[in-house]
């Protein structure tokens, strides 16, 4: 028996999650826009928390943000991705993100995601401030993008010590795989940063190239 093609297993997966889908457009954009589909999820998209806000700044469409579906060599399809959401995202057009990609947003997190967004698979968005990511950035694999901690530290007088940051990508990033970038972190328009890096801090020279542990500037375009 031949084994089924890419274009069947994704097709097999839109009705798969279509439940899922339609709840989650309710949820969002009310029974009006619900059978638009604007978001298209697969049923391996696990939807703990579907609270918060989300906005479409563009046309509502079928699939202009789709989650689960496309995958790398290195995936399977059969990953779980996570909807965790409790504040707002805004998404400002269309956004791909992979298999295995999860997205949390506290109650007072603000996430802003760009025009032609992508991520290929298995990343994950922690987002309890703010991160805003511009226009046409693609994100490898295994990234993470966190503007917290995690966990809140007090000093001796109940002052707290680790508050949350933000991170600001601008357009056209390219963000390699194995990525950290944590919060108060900056980068520039065009820039690329290196496989493996660990970005905690503002990097304002656009189209550059940004790489280590801690990351730094290496290259400038000229």
């Known amino acids: 028996m031949p084994l089924l093609s890419q274009n ?33 999820l697969t049923n391996k998209v696990v939807l703990r928390n579907c609270k918060g806000t989300v906005k479409i700044n563009a046309p509502l469409r079928r699939g202009m943000i789709i989650i689960g579906f496309t995958a790398m060599p290195l995936s399977t399809n059969k990953e779980y991705s996570l909807w965790n959401v409790e504040g707002e995202v805004i998404f400002n057009g269309t956004a791909t993100l992979g298999a295995g990609t999860k997205i949390n947003v506290g109650m007072k997190g603000e996430l802003i995601i760009g025009d032609k967004f992508e991520i290929t698979a298995n990343s994950s968005i922690s987002c309890h401030n703010s991160i805003k990511i511009g226009t046409g950035c693609l994100l490898s694999w295994d990234i993470l993008l966190m503007d917290t901690d995690g966990h809140p530290v007090y000093n001796k007088d109940g002052h707290l010590l680790n508050p949350n940051g933000e991170i600001v990508i601008d357009d056209d990033v390219w963000v390699g795989y194995r990525c950290l970038i944590l919060k108060n972190a900056h980068v520039a328009h065009g820039s690329i940063i290196a496989s493996g890096s660990v970005l905690n801090k503002r990097i304002e020279t656009p189209n550059s190239l940004i790489a280590g542990v801690p990351a730094v500037l290496k290259k400038e375009k000229r």
């Open 8 to 40: 069947t297993k994704i097709r097999i997966q839109k009705y798969s999650g279509l439940p899922k889908s339609l709840f989650l457009n309710f949820k969002y954009f009310g029974l009006k826009n619900e059978l638009k589909l604007p978001i298209l």
